[in-house]
């Protein structure tokens, strides 16, 4: 997989910028809105919007 743009932060979801990335994961990454810098609470953006619309799925759409 490519290198992506950015990654999200999935404590405050915001996006960032600055974080290592080896081939297949991130490894480091550090959210300057929360301060959060575990690599396991970051995924990328791909994978943030399958996790959203897995939970649409899941639990509906709670809009009106």
Do not use: Q
């Not at 080896?22 to 919007?49: P, Q």
């Amino acid at each position: 997989m490519e290198t992506p743009d950015y990654i999200i932060c999935l404590e405050c979801e915001t996006p960032v910028y600055t974080f290592d990335w080896d081939g297949t994961r991130i490894t480091e990454g550090i959210c300057t809105s929360c301060g959060n810098e575990k690599a396991t609470l970051f995924t990328t953006e791909e994978a943030y919007g399958e996790m959203m619309a897995s939970d649409e799925h899941h639990y509906g759409s709670t809009g009106d």
